[in-house]
């Protein structure tokens, strides 16, 4: 189920990593995915997992066990690579341009998956005949709703609604369904309003439906979803599935939000000391943006985190630590600004673990995972990710 | 001189490209290419171009067509690519930890390629007797000095300095010199400003050289180097060697210190326009910082150019529209806050090209370059990028 380190790789323990070294740690990672795995299957919704977070085989693996499931991707770069390892059924969750319908297709042509695709307009709809016709293969296509003014999509009582699908079908294409994301719940902090924000993610696309239903569309799939509202869901009639990505591995927004403990957290940056400025009460690493990512997803929320929150190479948080600052290669560490803490002695060839304010982002800056277990130091697995679109 | 596009590469213009896709303008990569190796012909020292940036031999080859020349590195990844490719004489500008030390002289022993280190205490230079032991390379260390408060170094006037000069000749390493940063030029904006932080660059190297030297270390090499300051300094009296990086392709950052002109960036993210909001005076991209990076280095700048400035196909500028929103995969552009102008139209499909907020972060999102010339819309070659440590 996983690839086996390549020899050439650091093998053992983590310690013999080249350091900044992207970790993954497998026991979080299986206890997120079963969460939501079991939250969905409480709420009778299926869960079409975003693959946009891990862009991995493996960890796709980890949460399709018995076999390929259905899935969401953010590039076609995602739906060529899982179409590879036998994905047949993905939704790309991104508005087409006539050149990127006309290439999903012709992955679609290639490996038999179907890709889905998503619009909001009556020009991206009538770009279909073409592809249809280019291709071969009959696009099958969501609308996309708003239901937070926060990005992309048409309002469930837009009148364009009913004549977007009237045109979807005109091409020859068929209607999948409407798909929703609550974007802006990640703004959100109490339990309360997350709940409502999934609740008005839920109304919002089930008035849509009935309303192309009303206009003669099956509309079989009503998709919602956002990390956020997923887990706060709790009721969701007349919706049929949910996507989520980053909760496999959480992170430091979403612990802001609410959604997660720091303990869920699966993915850091294993850094080493190359400095100290003791006079300013600063450790040096080899971790800046590269390595981290330049999200500051944290800066909004009540606890700023900085670059990230540092551990000790066992994950143990070190409290009120933080990368206050990052370069190209290089982490600043200090004490969070106001608290009353002091800095521990971290010598130079000292090794820190950083958790990501924005998994997706900081796993995108890295080509692999080096998978660990918990607190144990062993490296069980070299995962590769993918990357480009 | 160029890797020629591989046959399955979209060829002939960019229209063929899949987007986003990272587009490197060799003109005008050539001309900031030329622009500060005259500058640092005129001032009598040697240019050690940081490749950071561009991490690509294509783009080295542009600024050594005469064969490998000597270079600044910002990973050991990036010592063993370059030393692959003949470059034998490289500064690995990151401060040391043991472990980076020792496989920085393994690529020394392995490759004949001098890899010289950096540090700043004395117990990371006690290091290096283990490391000369072990991989049978004497180590060639500067000292990092510290001009302007930044990030790592001594000051100029650190009883440590003579001290940590002394421990490093103790272990059998050589002393190459000092070696400073002024990153602080990066928030500054006037050409007095700069000149100011040139000049403070220049004074404390050439003071804490003259104090090694008077404590009987010849200290051959003084680095220093930003590139702001590499472009604004009038006099390098005492200094050896100048580095800059980011110059070779300048970004909006720049733009904003006072380096270059708009006219100047070499780098720009094409783009598809994937939908539009007119109520909002919103179109949506398929650039999201997947594309453009996280980094919104010109928000603390008098212009904030969101997550970059918008052009047409041909690289003219769309007067005051700029990314405002950015999230994994869609680019929301608006018109600036404050502007009058009014929101251009761009249908779907529409080509855009982004400027960079910051030009080693963008290019640090993609695989390759995709090179073309001035206006001309001619794919020319595809230049390959490394990444990872």
Same mark, same amino acid.
């Given at each position: 189920?996983?690839?086996?380190?390549?020899?050439?790789?650091?093998?053992?323990?983590? +310690?013999?990593?080249?350091?900044?070294?992207?970790?993954?740690?497998?026991?979080?990672?299986?206890?997120?995915?079963?969460?939501?795995?079991?939250?969905?299957?409480?709420?009778?919704?299926?869960?079409?997992?975003?693959?946009?977070?891990?862009?991995?085989?493996?960890?796709?693996?980890?949460?399709?066990?018995?076999?390929?499931?259905?899935?969401?991707?953010?590039?076609?770069?995602?739906?060529?690579?899982?179409?590879?390892?036998?994905?047949?059924?993905?939704?790309?969750?991104?508005?087409?341009?006539?050149?990127?319908?006309?290439?999903?297709?012709?992955?679609?042509?290639?490996?038999?998956?179907?890709?889905?695709?998503?619009?909001?307009?009556?020009?991206?709809?009538?770009?279909?005949?073409?592809?249809?016709?280019?291709?071969?293969?009959?696009?099958?296509?969501?609308?996309?709703?708003?239901?937070?003014?926060?990005?992309?999509?048409? +309002?469930?009582?837009?009148?364009?609604?009913?004549?977007?699908?009237?045109?979807?079908?005109?091409?020859?294409?068929?209607?999948?369904?409407?798909?929703?994301?609550?974007?802006?719940?990640?703004?959100?902090?109490?339990?309360?309003?997350?709940?409502?924000?999934?609740?008005?993610?839920?109304?919002?696309?089930?008035?849509?439906?009935?309303?192309?239903?009303?206009?003669?569309?099956?509309?079989?799939?009503?998709?919602?979803?956002?990390?956020?509202?997923?887990?706060?869901?709790?009721?969701?009639?007349?919706?049929?599935?949910?996507?989520?990505?980053?909760?496999?591995?959480?992170?430091?927004?979403?612990?802001?939000?609410?959604?997660?403990?720091?303990?869920?957290?699966?993915?850091?940056?294993?850094?080493?000391?190359?400095?100290? +400025?003791?006079?300013?009460?600063?450790?040096?690493?080899?971790?800046?943006?590269?390595?981290?990512?330049?999200?500051?997803?944290?800066?909004?929320?009540?606890?700023?985190?900085?670059?990230?929150?540092?551990?000790?190479?066992?994950?143990?948080?070190?409290?009120?630590?933080?990368?206050?600052?990052?370069?190209?290669?290089?982490?600043?560490?200090?004490?969070?600004?106001?608290?009353? +803490?002091?800095?521990?002695?971290?010598?130079?060839?000292?090794?820190?673990?950083?958790?990501?304010?924005?998994?997706?982002?900081?796993?995108?800056?890295?080509?692999?995972?080096?998978?660990?277990?918990?607190?144990?130091?062993?490296?069980?697995?070299?995962?590769?990710?993918?990357?480009?679109?």
């Amino acid at each position: 189920m996983t690839t086996d380190l390549p020899e050439s790789a650091p093998t053992g323990t983590i +310690k013999a990593l080249i350091t900044p070294a992207l970790l993954l740690d497998q026991t979080r990672l299986d206890r997120n995915i079963q969460r939501l795995a079991r939250h969905a299957k409480d709420l009778g919704v299926v869960l079409r997992p975003h693959m946009k977070t891990a862009k991995s085989i493996d960890v796709a693996r980890r949460v399709f066990p018995g076999g390929p499931g259905p899935i969401t991707v953010s590039t076609l770069a995602e739906a060529e690579y899982f179409a590879s390892h036998g994905y047949r059924d993905m939704t790309y969750a991104v508005g087409l341009s006539p050149a990127s319908a006309r290439r999903a297709m012709e992955i679609s042509a290639r490996t038999g998956a179907e890709v889905k695709l998503l619009l909001d307009t009556v020009e991206q709809a009538d770009a279909l005949t073409e592809v249809r016709v280019a291709t071969g293969v009959t696009p099958s296509v969501f609308i996309e709703l708003d239901c937070d003014d926060h990005r992309g999509g048409l +309002k469930p009582d837009d009148p364009r609604l009913p004549e977007v699908a009237d045109r979807i079908v005109a091409t020859g294409a068929t209607l999948a369904g409407l798909l929703a994301h609550a974007g802006e719940s990640y703004g959100l902090s109490t339990p309360e309003a997350l709940e409502q924000a999934a609740e008005n993610e839920r109304l919002a696309t089930v008035r849509a439906a009935k309303l192309l239903r009303a206009h003669g569309h099956a509309c079989p799939i009503v998709s919602i979803g956002s990390t956020p509202t997923a887990h706060f869901a709790r009721n969701l009639d007349g919706v049929t599935e949910l996507r989520a990505g980053v909760y496999m591995f959480f992170d430091l927004v979403q612990h802001g939000v609410g959604v997660c403990s720091v303990d869920d957290l699966a993915l850091s940056v294993l850094a080493t000391v190359i400095g100290t +400025k003791p006079e300013k009460g600063w450790v040096l690493v080899d971790a800046g943006w590269m390595a981290l990512s330049r999200d500051r997803g944290t800066a909004s929320q009540t606890v700023d985190q900085g670059y990230g929150m540092v551990c000790d190479e066992a994950l143990r948080v070190l409290e009120d630590v933080i990368v206050s600052q990052a370069s190209q290669e290089h982490g600043i560490l200090t004490i969070r600004p106001g608290s009353d +803490k002091s800095m521990p002695e971290l010598a130079v060839g000292t090794r820190v673990r950083i958790l990501p304010n924005h998994a997706c982002a900081m796993a995108a800056q890295h080509a692999f995972y080096s998978v660990v277990n918990g607190d144990s130091a062993e490296v069980v697995a070299r995962w590769e990710r993918i990357r480009g679109w």
